[in-house]
Structures are given as C-alpha cells and as structure tokens.
C-alpha cells in the first residue's frame, strides 16, 4: 500500500510534537487545579445588538448554555456543546432598513397560486411597509453548535462558539387571520431556518487573575469577573424561509432575490454569567 507523502507528513509532524511531551508532563496538564473552575455546565444571559438599521432585526436577550465535555477528563480547558435560545420575543417594533424596503416593493410580485399564498403576500408586504398596523415585533432564535476555550480563567477567559440555528420573526396584527393556522395568536411568523454564526466571548476583568468564581460570598471586585462580553458574526440564508408554505423567493424579482438571499450580520453583546 503506497502512502501519500502529505499523510507521511502529518505523521512526521505529530511525531515531532508528540515525542517533547513525556507522560509526566501530560498527566501533570490533567491534573486537577484548585483555581481552575471549568464547570460541567455554564450558562449566561445576554443582551445583542447591531447597533446599525439592518434588513433583519437580531437584537433582543438571550441565554446562552454549555455542556463541557472536556471536563470529563480535565478541569484546564473547555471544549463540548453549546446551545444559544432566545424565549423572549421582545416588546419594541421594528422595520427593516429602507433600502430593503424600496428594493422590496420595486419587485414585489404577489403570489395569487392560492388564498393561503396570496395572504402570506399580504404578510410580507404590510409587516415590511407597517401597514395597517401590522409590523414585524422583536425576534426568536435558537442555535446549537460547538464551544472551545483553551484558558477559561486567565487571559481574559476567550471562548468561541460556532453555530447553526434558526430564526422567527412575529409579525402582529393576525389575531382574527383564520386561513393561517398562527394557534390563536396575534402574530404571524415568519421563519428562517438556516442561520449560521460564530462568537467569540471574553471576561474583560479576568485577563490578570485566575480565582475560581461561583460563591455567592464575594466583593464588589469579585461580581466584575461575571461580565462578559462578545461579538458574533451571523449568516443568514433565506433559502430555507418560510411562512405558511410561501418563500420570500416566491414573491419578489430574481434581481432583489440574488441581492438579499445571504445576509451577514455583526452584533456585539454584554452579559453576565459563569464558564
């Protein structure tokens, strides 16, 4: 069986790293610090925004989850799962940006295949424009992905997050709106369910020390270290959208479909929790 030389390659290059790391030194990485904290579990409330008018509004508090994996088997790092949920829709309106709006009405093309296509039309075209009362209010998201952070409580604690999830966007005003099945709801929602983004958070008071936080029993200097701070970068991709069987794709030109198809959005948070 012949070897690839890049396969020969990475082989040497394991070799190399490998053979200045006697099993002291790596039974003595495993070993457990009395200040490394690197719980099984951590967990975080955030507030997001984008701080600019975008096509699309991801403001709005989250919670954000972990399950450390890595801690099985070592208490120096984290490495496992992590979920991002937003149960809070949020009470502020909101209208996407005008140059979303004048492009989405110069190619609006209404869907009249079916009454139920030719009403979510109607949707799309008041909640952008606030017609009628009608408007898209706050978000709900979800999101499941991988975490890492090599150096939880030193170094400013840097964590990062890489993610698929989804998003729903309520629109009010559908209260009495029988041909939708909306559960008796006032709103109608609009979903997108292929989102993509990657986080990266720090502890901006923890960059100097390494003191195991959790105990109720600290000082004012101590509740700094809970801040966290982060900045995440979204991919939205509404080829996968929907609301109630009609696509954004089906109501608008080629020319505005290609422009808004890919979103990509920057948000920066400020929360508070452990990890």
Avoid at 37 to 61: A, E, I, K
Avoid at 79 to 89: L, Q, R, W
Avoid at 160 to 167: I, M, Q
Avoid at 250 to 261: G, K, L, P
Wanted: hydrophobic share 35%; aromatic share 18%; charged share 15%.
């Amino acid at each position: 069986m012949q070897v690839k030389p890049r396969y020969l390659l990475i082989l040497l290059f394991l070799n190399i790293a490998l053979s200045g790391i006697g099993q002291n030194d790596y039974l003595s990485f495993l070993k457990p610090d009395s200040n490394e904290q690197c719980r099984y579990f951590r967990g975080s409330l955030h507030y997001r925004n984008t701080f600019v008018q975008q096509p699309f509004n991801l403001n709005g508090l989250f919670i954000s989850t972990g399950v450390n994996i890595a801690r099985l088997f070592s208490k120096k790092f984290i490495a496992g799962i992590c979920v991002d949920f937003k149960p809070f829709k949020g009470v502020t309106s909101w209208k996407p940006e005008s140059s979303f709006t004048s492009s989405f009405n110069a190619s609006f093309i209404p869907d009249n295949t079916t009454a139920e296509s030719a009403f979510s039309s109607t949707i799309f075209t008041d909640a952008i424009n606030m017609n009628d009362g009608k408007y898209f209010q706050g978000n709900y998201f979800g999101n499941i992905g991988l975490q890492i952070s090599p150096f939880p409580q030193k170094y400013g604690g840097f964590l990062l997050e890489v993610k698929r999830g989804y998003a729903s966007f309520p629109v009010y005003g559908y209260s009495d709106a029988e041909i939708i099945d909306n559960s008796d709801s006032d709103f109608a929602f609009y979903q997108v369910e292929k989102m993509y983004s990657a986080s990266l958070y720090c502890k901006p008071f923890c960059f100097w020390s390494k003191d195991k936080l959790g105990s109720l029993q600290q000082t004012k200097e101590d509740w700094k270290k809970w801040i966290i701070i982060g900045i995440t970068y979204n991919r939205m991709n509404l080829s996968n959208d929907n609301l109630y069987g009609t696509s954004m794709e089906d109501i608008v030109s080629e020319a505005f479909w290609n422009s808004y198809r890919i979103q990509h959005y920057v948000t920066l948070s400020l929360g508070i929790g452990l990890y």
